[in-house]
């Protein structure tokens, strides 16, 4: 009886495994290859729907004629990926050559991965019209050569697309407290009133223009900005740029491909370059007139004084910040990066603040000498002696302006005077020596115990 009950049971598992195996076969002989088509249509239809590409493009040339690092390196590193199972190159050899030369293809692709992610790299040339009536014997390389790297937008982060996100935070950049709280208030505000400018008819846009010498921070302060905003930077280095034509063309290529910009734009002094001023003008005017999003452009500049008014006004420059000398309450920020002597007062820091106040140093440099040792005492230390041997003053003697700068570090211990060269007569080598001796009498002890072996003209 039992038995009898279990073979209709048997019978109906041999069925289900029959059923099976024909279901696999036949997915495997006749529906798969068939679903195989629309799948792949789907697959891709997705893919594209989800990539968002970003392209790096990397020229040749820096300009006109300087060579670009980034794409010596790429082209370096895509010959690695040259094998067997390339299908086109380019393959060259003149008369004197030995060998063959070979080269990438116009157009030519490679696939790559980075950390999983997948990278398309992208060769192109193309022949540049050249003009017959330029008569400057600079360089001009008759191919434009250049690399795209296309990869997904969403790793971005991770390619290092994002040139702008150094780490200078507002904590970090050291600066007076009541000038970084305004500028703080002046973005915050700027971000928040998109209707307020709608509604009065502007530009949704805002202008800074940070002025001061080398090494005060104007950098990081833009770093500082774009990371407080989550704005992209992009950098423009206005003395890189020969025409006016290469400028419009910045703006109309990549201007309104990023969004929340911050532009920097370094060095609009236009001395020495074929920009001009009113190209320079079209340029931030239609920067924002292009683009429907947030516009931040920063102007840096050592030398206010040689900028033009017509930019300097303000709905062009909106806010002007003068980044200057390392201040007491500078150096206490950069002593909590660096040191992290945040909390605590450290007992050579009295001597420091007056040491500061007697000289000019740049917050570049108390960085380099903050950066000597992890040992608070040692680094400031250094510090204090640093500021001991290197001085830097402005004087005026017999209606010259002068500018003295003292150097014990150096191997000669020399000493550097300059004033400008339309008063050479006057500033002669013999009659500086004994100046600059009585000015030392005058000076402070630190000066004293450096002794004087030269006197170095040099004309500004
Ligand atoms: N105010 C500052 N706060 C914090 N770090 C600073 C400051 N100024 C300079 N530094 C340090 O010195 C380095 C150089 O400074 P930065 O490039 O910002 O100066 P800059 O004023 O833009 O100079 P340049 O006019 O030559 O472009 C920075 O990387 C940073 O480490």
Redesign the pocket.
């Known amino acids: 009886m039992d038995i009898l009950e279990k073979i209709p049971a048997a019978c109906a598992s041999n069925v289900v495994v029959y059923l099976m195996l024909v279901w696999c076969k036949a997915m495997d002989c006749y529906l798969l290859p068939m679903l195989r088509f629309p799948l792949l249509i789907l697959h891709d239809f997705f893919k594209r729907w989800l990539f968002k590409p970003m392209t790096l493009q990397i020229e040749e040339y820096h300009g006109t004629s300087t060579r670009n690092k980034v794409y010596d390196a790429s082209a370096l590193y895509l010959q690695s990926k040259i094998s067997p199972s390339t299908q086109i190159l380019k393959i060259s050899q003149t008369w004197r050559e030995t060998s063959l030369t070979v080269n990438f293809a116009n157009n030519q692709e490679f696939d790559d991965m980075y950390e999983g992610v997948q990278l398309k790299w992208k060769f192109s040339s193309m022949s540049k019209r050249s003009s017959s009536s330029s008569t400057s014997s600079a360089f001009k390389p008759e191919q434009k050569q250049y690399f795209e790297l296309v990869f997904d937008l969403q790793h971005k982060e991770k390619m290092g697309g994002n040139q702008s996100r150094t780490p200078?935070t507002f904590q970090?950049?050291?600066?007076e407290p009541e000038l970084k709280e305004t500028v703080l208030e002046d973005l915050d505000r700027f971000v928040k009133r998109k209707e307020f400018y709608q509604s009065v008819g502007r530009a949704w846009k805002r202008g800074y223009l940070l002025y001061?010498?080398?090494?005060?921070?104007?950098?990081?302060?833009i770093a500082a900005m774009a990371n407080h905003l989550k704005f992209d930077v992009y950098d423009l280095q206005l003395t890189h740029l020969k025409t006016d034509m290469e400028l419009r063309k910045i703006v109309a290529s990549r201007g309104c491909k990023i969004e929340k910009m911050l532009m920097a734009a370094?060095k609009p002094e236009l001395e020495g370059n074929q920009l001009t001023l009113s190209g320079l003008l079209n340029f931030t005017d239609g920067l924002w007139s292009s683009c429907g999003e947030e516009r931040i452009v920063v102007f840096?500049t050592?030398h206010k004084s040689k900028l033009d008014p017509a930019l300097l006004r303000s709905g062009r420059m909106d806010m002007h910040i003068h980044?200057s000398y390392c201040t007491y309450e500078?150096f206490k920020?950069?002593a909590c990066?660096y040191l992290r002597t945040c909390e605590q007062k450290h007992p050579l820091f009295e001597e420091i603040e007056s040491l500061l106040n007697k000289t000019k140093v740049?917050?570049?440099q108390v960085?380099?000498q903050l950066m000597k040792s992890e040992e608070a005492e040692v680094a400031l230390q250094a510090q204090q002696a640093k500021r001991q041997f290197i001085q830097q003053f402005e004087d005026k003697h017999v209606g010259i302006e002068l500018k003295w700068k003292l150097n014990a570090l150096s191997k000669k211990k020399e000493f550097e005077f300059s004033f400008d060269v339309g008063h050479k007569d006057k500033g002669e080598q013999s009659s500086c020596l004994p100046y600059l001796m009585e000015r030392f009498k005058a000076m402070n002890e630190e000066a004293k115990i450096v002794k004087l072996h030269t006197c170095k003209l040099r004309w500004f």
């Open positions: 200078a970090t950049v050291a600066m001061g010498p080398p090494g005060t921070g104007k950098s990081s302060l370094a840096t050592n980044m500078g920020i950069l990066n740049t917050p570049a960085a380099e």
